[in-house]
């Protein structure tokens, strides 16, 4: 089974909606047959990849919110973070661009598989949520994922570059063609769509649904005199 996640470095509940499918998978009885796959989507293609401003100044002005009423946003979603066992420093992160996080997101794969990935996105968010960190800074980037187990010249060579550039934006447009319209957003065996940070219950159930749908039980309709692992019944 295949699960497609697409999310953002900077999106908090994407985070959240990552620890909550984990919590399922830990107790999902086929969890060693399930494959983790991390796609690209991006909240602000426009955003700055020098940070002049943080992200609760964002919010208030996006949203037409006060400083306070952008802090106290911040800190329900800390809240809930916490109950994940997540350390959320909202107060603290930068409003930046994540074009060259996830293009060696993309490295980590073409590298190391989705094992590798997986470390390379954890190791991302992170560094933004818990450590607010500047990931849209090269040498911060370069620090996470080479300690994460990228290799540094690849690095280097894709942070010099525009490579990967085509398969964020190829990712960005498959979540529009799904019917996306924010993240974090899970699809299971190209069939099931999971929009949200939903609870973890609510991933266990769809887990075992699609599961369920593609390893179908014959129904025995009759049986009757049979061998087996024991001998023949005579």
């Given at each position: 089974?295949?699960?497609e ?25 086929h969890?060693?047959?399930?494959e ?102 090269h ?11 990228l ?80 001998g023949?019944?005579?």
């Open positions: 089974m295949k699960i996640i697409w999310s953002d470095v900077v999106c908090p509940w994407c985070y959240i909606g990552k620890r909550r499918i984990e919590n399922a998978l830990a107790a999902f009885e969890a060693d047959e399930v983790v796959h991390w796609r690209s989507y991006q909240l602000d293609p426009g955003a700055p990849t020098q940070p002049t401003e943080s992200a609760a100044a964002m919010i208030a002005r996006k949203y037409g919110q006060s400083a306070a009423g952008a802090q106290q946003m911040q800190d329900r979603v800390e809240a809930v973070a916490a109950e994940e066992g997540l350390v959320y420093r909202l107060s603290q992160t930068l409003h930046l661009n994540t074009v060259d996080a996830h293009r060696l997101i993309h490295l980590a794969h073409a590298q190391g598989g989705n094992e590798l990935q997986g470390r390379v996105k954890e190791a991302l968010l992170a560094a933004y949520f818990t450590e607010a960190r500047n990931v849209a800074d040498a911060v980037l370069r620090e996470v994922t080479v300690a994460a187990g290799e540094p010249a690849r690095v280097e060579e894709v942070l010099a570059s525009r490579e990967f550039e085509a398969e964020v934006h190829a990712d960005i447009e498959q979540a529009q063609a799904y019917g996306a319209t924010g993240v974090p957003f899970f699809v299971i065996d190209q069939k099931y769509g999971v929009s949200g940070a939903q609870p973890t219950e609510t991933f266990t159930q769809v887990l075992e649904r699609a599961w369920s749908d593609s390893h179908p039980k014959i129904e025995v309709l009759a049986t009757g005199d049979e061998c087996g692992p024991d023949c019944a005579i």
